[in-house]
C-alpha cells in the first residue's frame, strides 16, 4: 500500500476493523463503567479520542528522538504513562479555564483517562507495528474515535437492557461483558475489508 | 553497563524536568487567576490568590470552616453559601448537596474554587474560630483502645467553647499521609478550664488520625488545633435529660455532665453508657464522683456481651433496649446522643417509639 493511503487505512482499520476495544478489549474499565448513560459516554469517549490523537503523536517523538538513539526502548512502559499523566493534567487546567462547560460535562472523567489502558496500548502498539508520524496520528486518532464508537454502541443497548429482563446472577457487568463479546462478533463483518498488521 | 545506566537515568530525568516544567508554567499561566476578592457576610473582604479552593483559602486567611476530611470531600462537613460568583456544580459535590440547598446555593468550600471575586454567608460564631498551638501534657489509656490526650494550649493561651462542642485536630504528615489532614474530636474538658483541651481517640484500624495518636504522639509533643465547632451542646430548658453514648462518645457527654455539676444545675439527667465487655467501660469513678456531686443524676452502663470473668451486675443487652426498657420520661424529655452513625440511627428510632419528638434529640454522629 502506498504511503499517503496507508495512514488513512489504519485511520479507518483502527474504527473498524481493529477496533482497540473490540479487538484488543483495552479500556474495558472506564467502557464499564460509565456506558451507563449516553451523555457522558459520548463526553468521555471524545476525551479519550483527543487525549489518544494528542498523546499517541508526543510519544512517537518521544520514542524516536529520545528513546531509539539513545537505546533506552525498554524504557518506554514508564515513558509513555509519565506523558500520557502529565498531558491529561495538562488539559484538564485548560479545559478548566477555557472552556467551563465541558469541564462541568466530562468531571471526575477527564483525570481517570490517565488511567485507561486503550491509551498505553496505542502507544504500544504504534511502536510495535513501526508506525510513521502522520500514521500513528491518525491510528491515534482512529482508535479513539473506534473507542468512542463502542461506548456509544454500549451506552445506547443499556439504555434499553434496563427494561429488559435479565437474569439476577448477570446484572450489571455481567450482562455488560456478554454484550461487548457479541459487539466485538458483530464488528467481525468489518474484518476482510482491510488488514493491518 | 555503568554508562548504560547513568545515560537511561538521565534520560528519565530530562523527561521528567521537561514535564515538570510545563506543568510549572502551565500553572503559572493557565492554572493563574491573578487575585481575587471573597466578601464574607457583605462585611468583611478578603484578598486571595485564585485558584485554590475555597475551604483553602479561608484556612489561610484565618476563617476556618469545620471539616472532619481535610478538604477530600468524603465528609460532606464544610457547607458553605456562595450567594455571588458560584457558577456550576461539581461533580465531586452533588452527592453533599441536597435540592434544597442548591436553592440556597450552598456549596462544598473544600471542592469549590475561587476563581473571580464570590460573595459568601458563614455562621457568625465561625469568625470566633480560632486556631491554636498546643502542647500535649497528657496521655493516658482508658480503655484497650481508647486514649485520652490532654493538650494545654499555648498561642493562643484561653478557648471559649460550650460543653459539648468539639475542635479539629490536624495530623502532620507522616507514613500514612502525605500532607497536614485534619479530624474533628469532640472536647471531653469542662469549658471553665480554657487553658485545656481533653480528647478520647479511639483506635480505629488504618484511621490516619487515631494511628498517629496511638502509635506517635508523645508527652511534650506540639500539636495544632482549631476550633471550636458544632451544635451539639446542653440547651438551657428545665426538661429531664437522656445521654447515649459508646465508646469515645463519652467524650462530648462527659463534658456537658461536668459542666452541669459545675454550674449546679438540678436537672434530672441519666447518662446511658453502653459497651460490649466490662474491658470496654471507662472513667467509672468520674461517673461515680459525679452521681455523688449530682443529686439528680445517675449512670447507668450497659454491657451487650459481658465477658464470664467480669463478674457484671448491671445491666446487660443492647444499649437501645436497655432504654427502651428504662426511658419512662422519652416524652417529656431531650436526648443527647454520641456515637457510631449506626447506633445514633438505633437509638433515635427507639425514642422516636417512646415518644419523644425528633426535635428534641440532639446528637453528634462519628463521620
Given at each position: 500500500m502506498n504511503s499517503i493511503i496507508f495512514p488513512f487505512a489504519v485511520f479507518f482499520a483502527a474504527i473498524f476493523t481493529n477496533n482497540i476495544l473490540l479487538t484488543n478489549y483495552l479500556g474495558m474499565c472506564s467502557f464499564l463503567s460509565v456506558s451507563k448513560e449516553l451523555e457522558t459516554s459520548a463526553g468521555l469517549g471524545i476525551a479519550v479520542t483527543f487525549v489518544l490523537a494528542v498523546t499517541t503523536a508526543i510519544n512517537w517523538v518521544v520514542y524516536h528522538f529520545l528513546l531509539v538513539p539513545f537505546q533506552l526502548e525498554y524504557l518506554r512502559f514508564i515513558v509513555f504513562i509519565i506523558v500520557i499523566a502529565a498531558f491529561v493534567q495538562l488539559i484538564e487546567m485548560v479545559i478548566e479555564r477555557y472552556s467551563e462547560g465541558l469541564y462541568f460535562a466530562l468531571g471526575i472523567f477527564l483525570p481517570l483517562i490517565t488511567v485507561n489502558c486503550a491509551i498505553l496500548g496505542v502507544s504500544l502498539f504504534m511502536v510495535i507495528r513501526e508506525y510513521t508520524f502522520i500514521t500513528s496520528f491518525f491510528f491515534g486518532l482512529g482508535s479513539g474515535l473506534g473507542w468512542l464508537l463502542a461506548i456509544l454502541a454500549m451506552a445506547g443497548i443499556r439504555k434499553r437492557l434496563r427494561t429488559a429482563k435479565i437474569p439476577a446472577g448477570l446484572e450489571g457487568a455481567g450482562i455488560a461483558l456478554i454484550i461487548a463479546g457479541f459487539m466485538a462478533m458483530a464488528f467481525m463483518g468489518f474484518s476482510g475489508m482491510i488488514t493491518i498488521s | 553497563m555503568i554508562a548504560t545506566l547513568l545515560i537511561s537515568v538521565l534520560i528519565i530525568t530530562l523527561i521528567a524536568i521537561a514535564l515538570a516544567l510545563l506543568m510549572v508554567i502551565a500553572d503559572a499561566t493557565v492554572g493563574n487567576y491573578g487575585v481575587?476578592?471573597?466578601?464574607?457576610?457583605?462585611?468583611?473582604?478578603?484578598?486571595?490568590?485564585?485558584?485554590?479552593?475555597?475551604?483553602?483559602?479561608?484556612?489561610?486567611?484565618?476563617?476556618?470552616i469545620p471539616s472532619a476530611c481535610g478538604g477530600r470531600g468524603s465528609c460532606g462537613l464544610c457547607k458553605v453559601r456562595v450567594t455571588e460568583g458560584g457558577g456550576n456544580y461539581l461533580p465531586t459535590e452533588l452527592p453533599w448537596i441536597s435540592e434544597e440547598e442548591k436553592k440556597q446555593q450552598v456549596r462544598l468550600s473544600c471542592q469549590f474554587k475561587v476563581k473571580n471575586d464570590v460573595s459568601i454567608q458563614i455562621p457568625e460564631e465561625l469568625f470566633s474560630v480560632r486556631q491554636f498551638t498546643t502542647t500535649v501534657e497528657r496521655i493516658r489509656d482508658l480503655t484497650h483502645d481508647i486514649k485520652e490526650v490532654r493538650l494545654k494550649l499555648n498561642d493562643p493561651p484561653n478557648i471559649e467553647m460550650k460543653a459539648g462542642q468539639f475542635i479539629q485536630f490536624q495530623v502532620p504528615a507522616y507514613e500514612l499521609t502525605d500532607e497536614p489532614v485534619y479530624r474533628a474530636y469532640s472536647m471531653a474538658s469542662v469549658p471553665s478550664d480554657t487553658t485545656h483541651v481533653e480528647l478520647e481517640i479511639r483506635l480505629v484500624p488504618n484511621g490516619i488520625c487515631t494511628t498517629y495518636v496511638h502509635k506517635h504522639l508523645k508527652e511534650g509533643d506540639t500539636v495544632t488545633v482549631n476550633g471550636p465547632y458544632g451544635e451539639f451542646f446542653l440547651r438551657d430548658t428545665e426538661r429531664d435529660i437522656i445521654c447515649i453514648a459508646g465508646g469515645s462518645g463519652m467524650a462530648p457527654l462527659k463534658s456537658i455532665l461536668l459542666d452541669m455539676a459545675e454550674k449546679g444545675s438540678k436537672r434530672k439527667a441519666r447518662y446511658f453508657f453502653g459497651a460490649r465487655t466490662a474491658r470496654d467501660l471507662f472513667l467509672l469513678d468520674e461517673m461515680h464522683e459525679l452521681e455523688e456531686r449530682m443529686e439528680n443524676f445517675t449512670f447507668i452502663p450497659a454491657l451487650s456481651d459481658p465477658a464470664p470473668d467480669d463478674n457484671w451486675t448491671g445491666e446487660t443487652g443492647l444499649i437501645t433496649d436497655v432504654v427502651k426498657r428504662m426511658a419512662e420520661n422519652a416524652p417529656e424529655a431531650e436526648a443527647y446522643l454520641c456515637g457510631s452513625p449506626g447506633m445514633i440511627d438505633a437509638c433515635v428510632k427507639v425514642l422516636s417509639e417512646l415518644g419523644m419528638p425528633e426535635e428534641r434529640i440532639y446528637y453528634d454522629k462519628f463521620a
Amino acid at each position: 500500500m502506498n504511503s499517503i493511503i496507508f495512514p488513512f487505512a489504519v485511520f479507518f482499520a483502527a474504527i473498524f476493523t481493529n477496533n482497540i476495544l473490540l479487538t484488543n478489549y483495552l479500556g474495558m474499565c472506564s467502557f464499564l463503567s460509565v456506558s451507563k448513560e449516553l451523555e457522558t459516554s459520548a463526553g468521555l469517549g471524545i476525551a479519550v479520542t483527543f487525549v489518544l490523537a494528542v498523546t499517541t503523536a508526543i510519544n512517537w517523538v518521544v520514542y524516536h528522538f529520545l528513546l531509539v538513539p539513545f537505546q533506552l526502548e525498554y524504557l518506554r512502559f514508564i515513558v509513555f504513562i509519565i506523558v500520557i499523566a502529565a498531558f491529561v493534567q495538562l488539559i484538564e487546567m485548560v479545559i478548566e479555564r477555557y472552556s467551563e462547560g465541558l469541564y462541568f460535562a466530562l468531571g471526575i472523567f477527564l483525570p481517570l483517562i490517565t488511567v485507561n489502558c486503550a491509551i498505553l496500548g496505542v502507544s504500544l502498539f504504534m511502536v510495535i507495528r513501526e508506525y510513521t508520524f502522520i500514521t500513528s496520528f491518525f491510528f491515534g486518532l482512529g482508535s479513539g474515535l473506534g473507542w468512542l464508537l463502542a461506548i456509544l454502541a454500549m451506552a445506547g443497548i443499556r439504555k434499553r437492557l434496563r427494561t429488559a429482563k435479565i437474569p439476577a446472577g448477570l446484572e450489571g457487568a455481567g450482562i455488560a461483558l456478554i454484550i461487548a463479546g457479541f459487539m466485538a462478533m458483530a464488528f467481525m463483518g468489518f474484518s476482510g475489508m482491510i488488514t493491518i498488521s | 553497563m555503568i554508562a548504560t545506566l547513568l545515560i537511561s537515568v538521565l534520560i528519565i530525568t530530562l523527561i521528567a524536568i521537561a514535564l515538570a516544567l510545563l506543568m510549572v508554567i502551565a500553572d503559572a499561566t493557565v492554572g493563574n487567576y491573578g487575585v481575587v476578592k471573597i466578601t464574607i457576610n457583605d462585611k468583611k473582604e478578603l484578598e486571595v490568590a485564585g485558584g485554590q479552593p475555597l475551604l483553602k483559602a479561608l484556612n489561610g486567611e484565618g476563617v476556618f470552616i469545620p471539616s472532619a476530611c481535610g478538604g477530600r470531600g468524603s465528609c460532606g462537613l464544610c457547607k458553605v453559601r456562595v450567594t455571588e460568583g458560584g457558577g456550576n456544580y461539581l461533580p465531586t459535590e452533588l452527592p453533599w448537596i441536597s435540592e434544597e440547598e442548591k436553592k440556597q446555593q450552598v456549596r462544598l468550600s473544600c471542592q469549590f474554587k475561587v476563581k473571580n471575586d464570590v460573595s459568601i454567608q458563614i455562621p457568625e460564631e465561625l469568625f470566633s474560630v480560632r486556631q491554636f498551638t498546643t502542647t500535649v501534657e497528657r496521655i493516658r489509656d482508658l480503655t484497650h483502645d481508647i486514649k485520652e490526650v490532654r493538650l494545654k494550649l499555648n498561642d493562643p493561651p484561653n478557648i471559649e467553647m460550650k460543653a459539648g462542642q468539639f475542635i479539629q485536630f490536624q495530623v502532620p504528615a507522616y507514613e500514612l499521609t502525605d500532607e497536614p489532614v485534619y479530624r474533628a474530636y469532640s472536647m471531653a474538658s469542662v469549658p471553665s478550664d480554657t487553658t485545656h483541651v481533653e480528647l478520647e481517640i479511639r483506635l480505629v484500624p488504618n484511621g490516619i488520625c487515631t494511628t498517629y495518636v496511638h502509635k506517635h504522639l508523645k508527652e511534650g509533643d506540639t500539636v495544632t488545633v482549631n476550633g471550636p465547632y458544632g451544635e451539639f451542646f446542653l440547651r438551657d430548658t428545665e426538661r429531664d435529660i437522656i445521654c447515649i453514648a459508646g465508646g469515645s462518645g463519652m467524650a462530648p457527654l462527659k463534658s456537658i455532665l461536668l459542666d452541669m455539676a459545675e454550674k449546679g444545675s438540678k436537672r434530672k439527667a441519666r447518662y446511658f453508657f453502653g459497651a460490649r465487655t466490662a474491658r470496654d467501660l471507662f472513667l467509672l469513678d468520674e461517673m461515680h464522683e459525679l452521681e455523688e456531686r449530682m443529686e439528680n443524676f445517675t449512670f447507668i452502663p450497659a454491657l451487650s456481651d459481658p465477658a464470664p470473668d467480669d463478674n457484671w451486675t448491671g445491666e446487660t443487652g443492647l444499649i437501645t433496649d436497655v432504654v427502651k426498657r428504662m426511658a419512662e420520661n422519652a416524652p417529656e424529655a431531650e436526648a443527647y446522643l454520641c456515637g457510631s452513625p449506626g447506633m445514633i440511627d438505633a437509638c433515635v428510632k427507639v425514642l422516636s417509639e417512646l415518644g419523644m419528638p425528633e426535635e428534641r434529640i440532639y446528637y453528634d454522629k462519628f463521620a
